[in-house]
């Protein structure tokens, strides 16, 4: 009986603890999404030429056991290369996702971390000549 009394008393000590560091977690995410959001608002919004390099996803599943559902989430991430040679990664939708394609070059419209479009550059040929425009 003893032993029972004893876990009872190292359990109402534990779940305090664990609570304080879910608190700390979840206090630290949003500090960072925040200090994000300012450090952003501090960039001014670039239109630079660029060139699509890279495509991928990001899939997520979730398995709801109560009601047997699975479900699944995906992110869609663009890679983009500009005139110095940086490489910028922004999130998009699977709309724009789909109409992006690696080559694709245009103009990349973005402050900071923040995806703002991305207007393709249209090549038109002309027997041997090729027109380019926005």
Same mark, same amino acid.
Do not use: W
């Given at each position: 009986?003893?032993?029972?009394? %004893?876990?009872?008393?190292?359990?109402?000590?534990?779940?305090? /603890?664990?609570?304080?560091?879910?608190?700390?977690?979840?206090?630290?995410?949003?500090?960072?999404? @925040?200090?994000?959001?300012? *450090?952003?608002? &501090?960039?001014? /919004? =670039?239109?630079?030429? #660029?060139?699509?390099?890279?495509? &991928?996803?990001? /899939? *997520? +599943?979730?398995?709801?056991?109560?009601?047997?559902?699975?479900?699944?989430? #995906?992110? $869609? $991430?663009?890679? @983009?290369?500009?005139? #110095?040679?940086?490489?910028?990664?922004? /999130?998009? #939708?699977?709309?724009? $996702?789909?109409?992006? *394609?690696?080559?694709? %070059?245009?103009?990349?419209?973005?402050?900071?971390? &923040?995806? @703002?479009? @991305? %207007? !393709?550059?249209?090549?038109? !040929?002309?027997? =041997?000549?090729? $027109? !380019? +425009?926005?």
């Amino acid at each position: 009986m003893q032993s029972g009394v %004893e876990l009872f008393g190292v359990m109402n000590q534990a779940i305090p /603890v664990f609570l304080i560091i879910i608190v700390g977690m979840l206090l630290l995410t949003g500090a960072k999404g @925040f200090k994000r959001y300012l *450090s952003d608002n &501090r960039q001014p /919004v =670039l239109t630079v030429h #660029s060139i699509i390099v890279g495509k &991928r996803t990001e /899939v *997520s +599943h979730r398995h709801d056991t109560d009601l047997s559902v699975n479900r699944s989430d #995906s992110t $869609y $991430y663009l890679t @983009f290369e500009v005139e #110095s040679g940086d490489r910028l990664e922004f /999130v998009v #939708s699977g709309k724009e $996702y789909g109409l992006c *394609s690696e080559g694709d %070059e245009g103009k990349l419209t973005f402050q900071g971390s &923040r995806y @703002f479009g @991305f %207007e !393709r550059l249209k090549t038109y !040929r002309a027997g =041997l000549q090729e $027109y !380019r +425009h926005y």
